[in-house]
């Protein structure tokens, strides 16, 4: 889990948290998850974490396995802290 004395970013903290199969499984429906333009905008990160959490379908990772809570709080911190790149 990264410090808490520094910002997350998305080329370090983010991005390597989606494995290609992920990638490629959401490209064809607009989900850009290696993308920072995308990721970076609010409404497109709240929807991949909604994914994430099973609050919105489809389920992230497609069959599994799902998110941890170390790796969602990671990525609910990244979005909390600006979304750096």
Do not use: C
Request: aromatic share 10%.
């Amino acid at each position: 889990m990264p410090e808490n004395d520094r910002a997350l970013s998305f080329a370090k903290d983010i991005r390597p948290l989606f494995r290609a199969i992920d990638i490629d499984h959401m490209g064809p429906m607009g989900v850009m998850l290696d993308e920072y333009e995308y990721m970076s905008d609010p409404k497109n990160a709240q929807a991949v974490y909604d994914s994430l959490t099973g609050k919105q379908e489809p389920r992230m990772p497609p069959g599994g396995p799902y998110w941890d809570e170390t790796h969602l709080n990671v990525f609910e911190e990244w979005m909390a802290g600006g979304r750096k790149p």
